[in-house]
C-alpha cells in the first residue's frame, strides 16, 4: 500500500474533522451549560449552509468571509430562542426539551423544503474544484480553508470563555448553578448568551461546510447525529473534547472507507461511540460525574 | 313488545323472499350497464414517487411527466384521474401510503422510481388485487418473485447492464479506444446492489478488452466521495464505470477534478445521476462527456413530440431532453394502465390486470418495439442507447440509427473545458 495515498487520507479526515469539531462544539457548549440537548442543531447548520449559500449566489460573498455576519446573526436567533422559547423548559423533564427541539427541527426543514425544495444547492467558489500539491499529496483547497476557519473560530471560542468577564461567569454557571445565583450572577440571561454563542458555532460550521459539501434539508439530520456522535464521544460538555473527537471521526471514517468499504465508514463512528460507552461513558474528556 | 320485535326481523316472509329476488335480478339485470359506465368513468390512478427525500430530484422529474400526462392521454382517448402521493424517498412511506390510496378508491398505483419502495408497494398491492404498474424501478426480484398485480415497462438491472455493456463494446469500437482496465464504482442502495450483482453475473462474460480491477460501493447519502475518488485514484483504471443518484455524482466528479484524476472516459452502464439538471447545474462544463447507456425518447415518434409539446407548456423552465428519462417512464406507465381500463372496460383490479397483462403498445415514447409484458410482467424489449453529456444537453451517440452525434472518447481533460 502506497504510504503517500494513506498520508492523503489521513489529510482529509483530519480537515473534515476539524469542521466537525466546530460544529459539534455548540452543541457541547449549550449543553454544558445550559443543560438542554439542542435536537435542532444539524437543523441550524443546513440553515447556515443556505444562508451562505444565498449570500454567495446573490452578492458574491465567499462563505469564508460570509461566516461572521452568519455567526452574529444565529448569536441573535440563539439569545433570542433561548430567552423568549428555551428557557420556560429548563428545568422541565428531558421528553419535554425532547419535543420541543424536535418540533422545531421538523418545522426547519420542511421550511427549507418549502422554500429551496429538496434539490442539493452547490456553491461553486473559484476554488472548489483546486487542489494543493505536496509532493504526491493532493490536499483540496476548500477543504484547507474549512478546517483553519474552523480553527480560528474555535480557538476565538475558547478565548472568550478563558479571558473574558462574560466567559469566567457562564463558565461559573456551568460549575456551580446555585453558587452562581448566590453571588448575583443573571443565569437566564448568561444562558441566552450561550445558547447565542453555540448558534454562532453553528452557523460558522454550517458556513464552513457549504465549502466542502452541498447545502440540502436533507442533511440536517446526519448533521445532528453526527453532532451527538461527537459530543459524546469528546465528553458532553468538553470543549476540547469535541474537537478531537470531530478529527478522530473525519479520520477514522476515512481510514474505513479506504481500508474497507466507503460504504461502512459510518458504522465505525457508530462503532467509536460505543466502544467509548462502554470503557468511559463519560467520553475522551468529559469529567466523570 | 322487543321479542316480538326481533321474532319480526328474523323471519323470512314470502314477501320479503320476492322483494330480495327482485332486487337480485335488478341487479343482475343492470350489471352491463356498469361495465358500460365505468368505460365512460375516469380511472383513478395513484401515482406513488420519491418527491421529497434524497430521490427527490429524479422523483420531482417524474412527478412532472404525471402532472402533464392527463392531457396528452385525454388527446389520444384515455380518460385519468390522478392522486399524487409522496413516498418522502422511504420504503415504509410508500407502503403506509399505497394502503391509503387503495383505501381512498385508487384503481391502480403507478411508482415508484425507487425499487425499495416498489417492493414495499407490490406486497400492498398483491394483497389487495390493485394493479401496479412499475415507471422505473430496477431491481430484478420485482418481477421474479411471482407477483400476479404487477407489471414492470422498465428494464431489469441485468437487462440495463447487459445493454449497457453491450454499448460500452460498442462505444470502444467505434472510438478506438484502448482501455485495458476499469473500477466500477456504485451506490449501496437497492438498484446500486442489483447493478452490482448483474455485473458481477454479467461482465466476465461481456467480451469486453479491459479488466475490472475492483467494484466499489458507497453511501450515496455520504457528504463527499474524496476517500472513495482517492481509493480509485489508486488503482488509475483507464475507464470509470459508474451507477449514481444525482447529488452523489456530483460529489463525485467533483472530487475527481480536486485530486486530478482524469480516465480516459466516466460510462455509466445504467444508471441516473449523469443527466439530472442539478447535475448540469452543479458542475457546468465538467459535466460534460459522461456517457450513460439507457433506455431514452425517441425523438422521431409522434407521442414523444405531443408529450414534449406538452411538457414545455407547463414546465417552461425544465428541458424535456434532460427530462425526457423520467417523465417518459411515468408518462408510459400511465398509459399502460388507460390502454388497460380502455380496453378492459372494468375498474375491477383482476380485469384490468388481465387487460395490463395483454398490453401491446405500438405507439409510444421510449425507443424500442412495442411495449408487451411476458408471464412475469417484464417487458423484455426496451434497448438502451448510448447518450453522451454535450454542451450540458443528453445527446444519444448510440445506435447510430437514433444517434445525432458521434461519441467523444477519451473525454477531454478537466481544464480543457469550457
Request: proline residues 5%; glycine residues 8%; aromatic residues 8%.
Amino acid at each position: 500500500m502506497n504510504l503517500a495515498i494513506v498520508l492523503n487520507v489521513v489529510i482529509q479526515g483530519v480537515l473534515t474533522g476539524l469542521v466537525y469539531g466546530l460544529m459539534a462544539l455548540g452543541l457541547s457548549v449549550i449543553f454544558g451549560v445550559v443543560r438542554v440537548v439542542n435536537f435542532a442543531h444539524g437543523e441550524f447548520a443546513v440553515v447556515a449552509m443556505y444562508a451562505a449559500y444565498l449570500l454567495f449566489v446573490t452578492l458574491g460573498l465567499d462563505p469564508l468571509i460570509s461566516l461572521f455576519p452568519i455567526a452574529a446573526a444565529f448569536f441573535l436567533v440563539g439569545f433570542l430562542l433561548q430567552a423568549s422559547l428555551v428557557n420556560r423548559f429548563v428545568g422541565r423533564s428531558e421528553h419535554e426539551q425532547f419535543i420541543l427541539l424536535v418540533g422545531l427541527a421538523i418545522i426547519i426543514v420542511n421550511g427549507l423544503l418549502m422554500i429551496f425544495g429538496p434539490d442539493a444547492r452547490p456553491t461553486n467558489l473559484p476554488y472548489s474544484f483546486d487542489s494543493y500539491l505536496l509532493g504526491p499529496l493532493f490536499i483540496d483547497k476548500a477543504r484547507v480553508y474549512a478546517a483553519i476557519g474552523a480553527l480560528v473560530v474555535s480557538a476565538a471560542l475558547f478565548a472568550f470563555f478563558r479571558y473574558t468577564t462574560i466567559g469566567t461567569a457562564i463558565r461559573a454557571c456551568a460549575d456551580n448553578l446555585t453558587g452562581a445565583a448566590v453571588v448575583g450572577l443573571n443565569v437566564k440571561r448568561l444562558y441566552a448568551l450561550t445558547f447565542g454563542l453555540g448558534l454562532a458555532c453553528v452557523g460558522a460550521a454550517g458556513a464552513l461546510m457549504v465549502t466542502i459539501a452541498d447545502a440540502s434539508p436533507l442533511l440536517a439530520q446526519a448533521f445532528t447525529l453526527l453532532a451527538f456522535t461527537i459530543v459524546i464521544i469528546g465528553g458532553l460538555g468538553s470543549m476540547t473534547g469535541a474537537l478531537v473527537a470531530g478529527i478522530l471521526i473525519g479520520v477514522s471514517e476515512a481510514l474505513a472507507s479506504f481500508f474497507l468499504a466507503p460504504s461502512m465508514k459510518s458504522m465505525f463512528s457508530f462503532a467509536l461511540l460505543v466502544a467509548v460507552l462502554v470503557l468511559r461513558p463519560q467520553g475522551l474528556m468529559g469529567r466523570r460525574v | 313488545m322487543k321479542r316480538k320485535s326481533q321474532s319480526k326481523t328474523a323471519r323470512l316472509t314470502r314477501r320479503t323472499f320476492t322483494i330480495g329476488l327482485g332486487a337480485a335480478g335488478f341487479v343482475a339485470g343492470t350489471a352491463p350497464f356498469n361495465i358500460a359506465r365505468a368505460q365512460g368513468a375516469a380511472l383513478k390512478i395513484a401515482v406513488v414517487l420519491p418527491r421529497s427525500g434524497y430521490l427527490a430530484p429524479a422523483g420531482q422529474s417524474c412527478h412532472r411527466g404525471a402532472l402533464v400526462a392527463p392531457k396528452v392521454l385525454s388527446d389520444y382517448g384515455y380518460k385519468v384521474e390522478l392522486v399524487h402521493i409522496d413516498c418522502e424517498s422511504n420504503a415504509d412511506v410508500a407502503r403506509t401510503q399505497t394502503e391509503r390510496a387503495i383505501n381512498d378508491g385508487a384503481q391502480i398505483i403507478v411508482g415508484a422510481f425507487d425499487s425499495a419502495s416498489t417492493l414495499a408497494m407490490a406486497q400492498v398491492c398483491e394483497q389487495r388485487k390493485v394493479p401496479l404498474v412499475v415507471n422505473i424501478g430496477a431491481a430484478p426480484q420485482l418481477t421474479e418473485q411471482g407477483y400476479k398485480f404487477l407489471v414492470r415497462n422498465f428494464p431489469t438491472g441485468g437487462m440495463l447492464v447487459d445493454n449497457g455493456l453491450r454499448l460500452i463494446k460498442n462505444l470502444l469500437d467505434v472510438t478506438k479506444l484502448d482501455a485495458k482496465t476499469a473500477v466500477f464504482l456504485h451506490a449501496n442502495d437497492t438498484f446500486g446492489t442489483a447493478q452490482r450483482a448483474a455485473m458481477d453475473r454479467l461482465f466476465p462474460n461481456a467480451g469486453l478488452p479491459f479488466r475490472l480491477l475492483e467494484s466499489i460501493a458507497y453511501d450515496p447519502k455520504a457528504q463527499d466521495l474524496s476517500v472513495e475518488v482517492t481509493k480509485v485514484r489508486a488503482l488509475n483504471p483507464d475507464l470509470l464505470l459508474v451507477v449514481t443518484r444525482a447529488a452523489d455524482a456530483i460529489k463525485l466528479v467533483r472530487d475527481m477534478v480536486r485530486q486530478r484524476f482524469e480516465p480516459k472516459g466516466i460510462i455509466s452502464p445504467g444508471s441516473p445521476g449523469l443527466y439530472d439538471e442539478e447535475f448540469y447545474q452543479g458542475l457546468g462544463p465538467l459535466s460534460d462527456y459522461a456517457i450513460y447507456n439507457i433506455p431514452w425518447a425517441n425523438p422521431k415518434a409522434q407521442m414523444t413530440q405531443a408529450l414534449e409539446a406538452a411538457f414545455k407548456s407547463e414546465n417552461p423552465k425544465f428541458r424535456f431532453p434532460v427530462e425526457c428519462f423520467n417523465v417518459g417512464f411515468t408518462f408510459e406507465a400511465l398509459l399502460v394502465a388507460a390502454a388497460a381500463h380502455k380496453r378492459a372496460g372494468s375498474t375491477d383490479g383482476t380485469e384490468l390486470m388481465k387487460a395490463i397483462r395483454e398490453t401491446n403498445i405500438t405507439d409510444h415514447v421510449i425507443i424500442g418495439p412495442a411495449i408487451k409484458f411476458d408471464e412475469k410482467g417484464q417487458n423484455i424489449g426496451i434497448p438502451s442507447a448510448a447518450v453522451q453529456n454535450r454542451d450540458r444537453t443528453p445527446t444519444v451517440t448510440l445506435p447510430a440509427e437514433v444517434a445525432t452525434a458521434a461519441p467523444v472518447l477519451p473525454m477531454p481533460g478537466w481544464q480543457k473545458r469550457t
